[in-house]
């Protein structure tokens, strides 16, 4: 059938409304550009709609449910739950999790035209540096545009010898589970396996970990791993280190697992949720009829995200690691502002990482390791939240928090932390980096008491040498 071809064209094209496209586009959109965004799926991207918030929304939950089924053990606080027994009904959790999840597909939306934005809702494919067709649900638009911006984002990698299926699922179909499993075996012990882990072993499975390096959570340092890994244990989770995952069992009810000592086993599994990693997404829009340049599996970018094609631009998980939203947010506002004449380019002092487990991870900038293979000598200092008074009030003195700085001149190089919601730490140890703290900087800022963040001034004064309440 012969379609007849609408046509548009505007300053500035955004294909893929992710975390980084849509914040590229509401920039461009508030600088006067004329913006089309191109999306096939929900404004919001893998963040918003199978990422970032839903696997929140669940590890609330989880914790939530885990937390009233446990009041009464090792309970110093005198609960009592009477007689009532806690149950979980997940088809529920799901429901409420799709409706944050569609609030915040709206709150894009509403961002997007309050920006003057236009969403055109379909599949793009770029036929050149400067052209795009879009193939939805009505006739296919031919968008013409002055500068691109790629933002596609990344799709989850399979392992061949276990594709997905009904009992082979990924953190998409693990985000829209209605029954808890009564066996889960995760394979992969990164960000999502740890994330949705815990989450699933607090709703009620049995849940068993296989990894492939030699410790979990191998983006962080192994101190922070071990302390991760005790409280793995201690809510009842097995973790094979080691080891890798090859097929299912014969008879489909488990999956074989090679061990580091050489042997095979098999985890009996009603599910097994595989999260090894993202690659990015280079198919289905066209990328092979542009001309551009490949760096390590990603499309490489310089400085100011553009790609080898002049006025083509590539930001978030398409162009590299660490593939994370505020990467991809920072990314797109700083195409944006170049797009609207302003001189930018992406140097940030560090780009924080956090794993949502429990206990939480937090790290920004070098760790140890990291900064003595870099060169510098370094001072370091270490504060356990069991020497907190607000940590130890909140039943939280599992984990540390530690600043990494240069011995010669105490500039602050990275900070790390793990402990019960550290997270939210995060934006003082970014800061603390970007501004270029020295250690003296941060032991001599006046810490609200009782906070959990006073570990912070504490690993400061510690790096210095003269720590106070330890
Ligand atoms: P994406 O968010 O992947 O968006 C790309 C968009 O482009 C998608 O909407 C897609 O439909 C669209 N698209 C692709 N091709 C086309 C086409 N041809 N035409 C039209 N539209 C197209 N990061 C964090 O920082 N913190 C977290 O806590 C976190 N948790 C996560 C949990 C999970 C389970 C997962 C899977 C990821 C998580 N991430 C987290 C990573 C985060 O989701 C990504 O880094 C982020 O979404 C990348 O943003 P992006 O804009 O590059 O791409
Ligand atoms: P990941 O890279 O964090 O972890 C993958 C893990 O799988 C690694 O530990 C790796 O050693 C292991 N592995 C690889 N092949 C294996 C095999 N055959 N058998 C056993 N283990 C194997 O990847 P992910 O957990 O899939 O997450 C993907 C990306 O999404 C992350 O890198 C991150 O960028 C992003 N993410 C971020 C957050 C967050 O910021 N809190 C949360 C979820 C996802």
């Keep these: 059938m012969n379609r007849k071809k609408g ?35 929900k404004a919001g991207g893998t963040c918003l709609n199978v990422g970032c918030i839903p696997s929140k929304a669940l590890i609330h939950a989880a914790s939530r449910f885990h937390q009233t089924k446990m009041a009464e053990r090792d309970n110093p606080f005198g609960i009592s739950l009477g007689s009532g027994s806690v149950e979980i009904d997940l088809s529920k959790t799901i429901d409420w999790k799709d409706g944050i999840v569609a ?14 934005v236009e969403l055109v809702t379909g599949w793009g494919r770029m036929l050149d540096g400067k052209t795009c067709e879009v193939s939805g649900k009505d006739d296919p638009v031919l ?16 392992l061949q010898s276990l594709p997905f299926g009904d009992k082979v699922i990924s953190s998409t179909e693990a985000l829209a ?42 983006h962080y340092d192994r101190e922070i791993g071990k302390v991760v890994l005790q409280s793995l244990k201690s809510l ?36 097994i949720l595989v999260t090894v990693g993202r690659k990015p997404r280079l198919d ?7 001309y551009l340049t490949m760096r390590d599996g990603f499309i490489a970018i310089n400085d100011k995200c553009q790609t080898s094609m002049t006025d083509v631009y590539a930001i978030g998980d398409l162009t ?23 001189p930018r380019r992406f140097d940030p002092a560090a780009i924080p990482a956090i794993c949502f487990t429990d206990p939480e991870v937090v790290s920004v900038g070098l760790s140890p390791d990291e900064a003595t293979s870099r060169g510098y000598e370094t001072a370091i200092g270490q504060f356990p939240f069991a020497a907190n008074g ?57 810490h609200a008491h009782p906070t959990q963040g006073e570990a912070l001034q504490e690993a400061a004064l510690g790096a210095l040498g003269h720590p106070l309440h330890i």
């Design 390 to 446: 607000k940590a130890m009030a909140g039943a939280a003195e599992t984990g540390f928090v530690r600043v990494v700085a240069r011995k010669d001149n105490n500039l602050v190089l990275g900070i790390q932390a793990v402990g019960k919601g550290v997270a939210e730490l995060s934006a003082a140890f970014g800061l603390a980096l970007e501004m270029g703290a020295r250690l003296e900087d941060i032991a001599g800022t006046i």
């Design 7 to 41: 046509s548009k064209s505007c300053d500035v094209l955004v294909l893929g409304a992710g975390p980084g496209g849509y914040a590229a586009a509401i920039r461009a959109g508030q600088a006067g550009l004329k913006v089309v965004i191109v999306e096939g799926e």
């Design 143 to 158: 968008i013409h545009a002055e500068h691109v911006i790629l933002a596609t984002g990344s799709v989850t990698t399979s």
């Design 177 to 218: 589970l209605t029954h808890v499993p009564d066996k889960l075996v995760v394979v992969g012990g990164g960000y999502i396996g740890l994330e949705l882990g815990t989450a699933f072993a607090k709703f009620g499975s049995e849940v068993h970990v296989v990894e492939f390096a030699d410790h979990i959570l191998p």
């Design 103 to 116: 609030r915040l597909n709206k709150g894009v939306e509403g961002l997007l035209k309050k920006a003057g």
């Design 320 to 342: 590299g690691e660490p593939m994370l939203a505020h990467r991809a947010i920072a990314q797109g506002e700083l195409v944006a502002d170049i797009l609207a004449g302003k």
């Design 284 to 290: 289905g829009w066209g990328a092979k009829s542009l």
């Design 236 to 271: 009842g989770v097995t973790v094979s280190t080691g080891a890798s995952a090859k097929h299912l069992s014969e008879d489909d009810s488990g999956l074989v697992v090679a061990l580091a000592d050489g042997s095979e086993e098999i985890l009996p599994a009603d599910k």
